[in-house]
Nanobody
C-alpha cells in the first residue's frame, strides 16, 4: 500500500522560504516519478513541479520557475520542494503525488495518482 506524507508547511511572510517534504512508503521509491501540486481556495488543483524516477528530468510550472526547486533522496524515500521568495499567490494546500506506473519522466495532474493528505502553506504580505 503506497503512502505519501507531506510535511513542512506553515505561515510565513512574503519573501521567506519553506521546504516541504514528502515521505513515501509501500513500494520502491526510486522507480517512480514524484510531483508537487497545489490547490488554493476556490481554485482547481494545479501542477507545481515534477521530478523523474531517475532524478535527471525536472519540470516546473512557469509561476514557480526560478523560485522553487524539486529534489529527491532515494536513500530516505523522500522528495523535497524548496520554496524561495514566497508570495501570497503561493498560498495553497500542497500535495505530493506519484503515478501508479514506474519509470515515468513526470507526474500528470490525474486523480489516478497516489496522493498525500496535503500540507498548508500560507504566505502573508
Amino acid at each position: 500500500q503506497v503512502q505519501l506524507v507531506e510535511s513542512g508547511g506553515g505561515l510565513v511572510q512574503a519573501g521567506d522560504s519553506l521546504r516541504l517534504s514528502c515521505a513515501a512508503s509501500g513500494r520502491t521509491f526510486s522507480s517512480y516519478a514524484m510531483g508537487w501540486f497545489r490547490q488554493a481556495p476556490g481554485k482547481e488543483r494545479e501542477f507545481v513541479a515534477s521530478i523523474s524516477w531517475s532524478g535527471r528530468n525536472r519540470v516546473y510550472a512557469d509561476s514557480v520557475k526560478g523560485r522553487f526547486t524539486i529534489s529527491r533522496d532515494n536513500a530516505k524515500n523522500t522528495m523535497y520542494l524548496q520554496m524561495n521568495l514566497l508570495t501570497p499567490e503561493d498560498t495553497a494546500v500542497y500535495y505530493c503525488a506519484t503515478p501508479w506506473a514506474p519509470y515515468s519522466d513526470y507526474v500528470r495532474n490525474e486523480n489516478d495518482n497516489y496522493w498525500g493528505q496535503g500540507t498548508q502553506v500560507t504566505v502573508f504580505s
